[in-house]
């Protein structure tokens, strides 16, 4: 294979743990039977393998295996919330709050709905990325049916303080939905004592496969209606037909359990990876941290780069190593992120933008490595910058 630059772009995707593949592996073969085929041995042994991943996941958000809804990934469990509760509770309310920074996947099926007639708030955030709380509450009207906020953000790695948002909700009985693509296996989620009433999750961010992923429901207090979005076999208790997808099940659960397991180590280890990155860059000056210092994922690093265009600073640092500008759809399209964009910056600053996404494979040496390179591209760039303006 040739040479490839160092992987930190772990908020696009991530690589597959080997302890994930191993468990899912039987699965593909001779354990290939469908866990709604109850009638022979075949079917029995893919249902107890789904049962024992539902129980898994489950147990890592305390809620029950009833409230799991496997989907194929957190965009179609935010589909499935938004378009759902909208169609289930629209006699209720037409309002629907949400943040200028969330995903596309949940940003794209709100402003959909708008054009069916519904309201919704995208509320601003703070320059430090985080939702005025006082804001929030004074947004939610009698006809309000749903508030989603992320839990930790896929560009900045900021975290909401997703009690203090369910207790909100809570008091008002207004539904909290939470997109915690980003945040499931890299910090503790309890969905009773943060009050969520649903919660997207994915697996592919958290070392797992792509293509998976649940919507937790929930049952009780209250019982959470939902319109289903894809109808068939009615299997996931009607809420999304399809036949389930067993080895990928299994992986993501797997995933989920590794990830809770070696959170602690996990994330001490990237957050002294993320220190020594930015002890390495923020001497050259002109570098402004994106997002809260401390409330963040903690191997999430965005950075705003005076002075410099934000397209050469990607061209330079590619050989060495693969980063996104903003999000991942928005360094395709070069328009700048909607994200930095919200926090106030200017177009520079947002367009010269870094994220850097530091996962479990990353070593020390290698985060050395991506330093000297931001370094030397942010210098020779400056450099050519001041000397056009000299020749002017
Ligand atoms: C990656 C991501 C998604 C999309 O998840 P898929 O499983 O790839 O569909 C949604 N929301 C957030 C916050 C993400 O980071």
Redesign the pocket.
Known sequence: MSHRPIYLDS??TTPMDERVLEAMLPYFTERFGNPSSLSHAYGWEAETAVRQARQILADAIHATPEEIVFT?????A?NLVIKGVAEAYFSKGRHIITVETE?H??LDPCRYLQTLGFEVTFLPVQQDGLINLVELEQAIRADTILVSV?A???EIGVLHPLAEIGAICRQHQVLFHT?A??AIGKMSIDVQAMRIDLM?L?A??VYGP?GI?SLYVRRRHPRVQLAPQIQGGGQERGMRSGTLYTPQIVGFAKAVELGIQEQESDSQRLLQLRQRLWNAISPLGGIHLNGHPERRLSGNLNISVEGVDGSALLLGLQSVVAVSSGSACSSVNLAPSHVLLALGHSQQLAHASVRFGIGRFNTAVEIDQVAQQVITTINCLRQAHSAVFQVV
């Open positions: 908020h696009s194929s990934g957190a965009t179609e935010n995903h996947a949940v992320m930790a953000n896929n997109d693509a980003q997207s994915t592919h961010k792509k992923g």
